[in-house]
């Protein structure tokens, strides 16, 4: 089992930046797919980007390519996203997911393991 504990959510204007971290403790973290999805008010989740176990592989959803970038750290069992160009429709909890299994996920189905989420505001 994995423990998932995200920070660096905040308050932002319209077009400034934040990164968040996720950091995972548990179970050796690098044999995890891992996600970041998001909800805001009244929204079902929805998926913002994945990125396999070596890194090798990233994806995102439409609204967010080109600005957010996953990475991830096996040494410091952490996963980030950086966030840039923000939008006052990026307002939402950010969670970040883990999954055991290979390849990129795409659907909150299916991830095993979930944080309790970071508020992100970008006001206009």
């Known amino acids: 089992q994995v423990q998932l504990v995200e920070s660096g959510g905040g308050l932002v204007q319209a077009g400034g930046s934040l990164r968040l971290s996720c950091a995972a403790s548990?179970?050796?973290?690098?044999?995890?797919?891992m996600g970041w999805f998001r909800q805001a008010p009244g929204k079902e989740r929805e998926f913002v980007a994945t990125?396999?176990?070596?890194?090798?592989?990233?994806g995102y959803a439409d609204s967010v390519r080109g600005r957010f970038t996953i990475s991830r750290s096996n040494a410091k069992n952490t996963v980030y996203l950086q966030m840039n160009t923000l939008k006052p429709e990026d307002t939402a909890v950010y969670y970040c997911?883990?999954?055991?299994?290979?390849?990129?996920?795409?659907?909150?189905?299916?991830?095993?393991?979930w944080g309790q989420g970071t508020q992100v505001t970008v006001s206009s």
């Open positions: 548990g179970r050796t973290f690098s044999t995890y797919v």
């Open positions: 990125i396999t176990m070596s890194a090798g592989n990233t």
């Open positions: 997911a883990a999954r055991t299994g290979y390849g990129l996920a795409y659907k909150s189905s299916q991830y095993n393991y």
